[in-house]
């Protein structure tokens, strides 16, 4: 392992217990000394990594907005039917958000932990994904393949939809991510058509 | 006023500054000082009122479930079709979350700071909320005025649509409740039919 190898695998370390610790306790209420004490680690171990709690977080938030977007870029075939593609994207959406739900609590609830600056560059990225989903309603829409009032409004309920999945998954009923895709892939597409 | 009155004013002063505080900093990551600063009284002076901080969050979490329930049970008249009737119900729900976003993000959001019988105590209260959208949509499909694949999925589906509101309202795009509310139960009764 070179140096530079051994940096990067201690910060990753650092990064799981930050999503364990944020998800449990929330970012507001958890301390970077309670994030290090995870790893038997002295809290001043962490700054050669990461220079604040707050970047802590934005580096989380960075990592998993970017895999989200990357996982539903990766399942969106404009080849396909926009009905295809929009189940493909929802349960993209809903799997991931069920998958990596610590990391998701965080990402999707604890935004208002970063600087100004940060939380922009993290809203870029969250417009991309919105936007994935608010190509494929509008192309539904003017082909004639969906019918809905307000393309808007359904981008946001489609959204929230999958977001909140992270909130209450597992539950006794919904352990199975891809199983969830499915029922919520198949719900939306009775929302647009 | 008598002193009940008082008491009972001052109580009220509390948990509302409470739920500012903790829709802000999360309930992990506010003190009782921190409340109590807000109403510039002492942290001892909350005692006669709540006699812990996770006390005061159970009043607010029984308060304001107590509140969405009476709102949907309001609106709930049996002798209407099953269309009508989910649309009054989501229509409460999605206004309830809009109109109290900051009280409804501690309701949502922060019950796991509650000990567990108290935890109990809410589910219980959760479950005749989400109990009420069931009953319509079982109704709704028995008398084949709807037509869902599992009832159970959807009931979930519904109940997750309208909790996220409280997250992200207000919007640039969505500042009225009423609006709000209208644009959802149109989607979920396209969800059912």
Redesign the interface.
């Known amino acids: 392992m070179s140096d530079y190898d051994e940096l990067s695998a201690a910060a990753a370390r650092i990064q799981l217990a930050a999503i364990d610790a944020f998800a449990?306790?929330?970012?507001?209420?958890?301390s970077t000394r309670q994030i290090t004490k995870r790893l038997n680690m002295s809290a001043t171990a962490m700054y050669p990594h990461f220079r604040s709690k707050e970047e802590l977080l934005f580096a989380i938030a960075l990592d998993g907005h970017h895999g989200l977007l990357a996982r539903m870029r990766g399942v969106d075939d404009p080849e396909r039917t926009c009905t295809e593609r929009i189940g493909a994207v929802v349960r993209a959406f809903v799997e991931w958000q069920a998958e990596y739900h610590k990391l998701a609590k965080v990402v999707?609830?604890e935004l208002?932990g970063l600087t100004p600056p940060h939380f922009r560059t993290i809203a870029r990225i969250r417009r991309q994904t919105s936007d994935i989903i608010s190509d494929i309603v509008r192309k539904g829409q003017a082909a004639g393949e969906f019918e809905v009032?307000?393309p808007?409004?359904?981008v946001?309920?489609i959204s929230?939809?999958c977001?909140?999945?992270c909130?209450?998954f597992p539950s006794r009923?919904?352990k199975d991510p891809r199983r969830l895709g499915d029922?919520?892939a198949?719900?939306v597409e009775?929302?647009v058509r």
């Open positions: 449990e306790g929330g970012y507001q209420g958890t999707q609830f208002n009032d307000d808007d409004d359904v946001l309920a929230s939809l977001v909140d999945v909130r209450w009923r919904h029922v919520y198949s719900l009775r929302m």
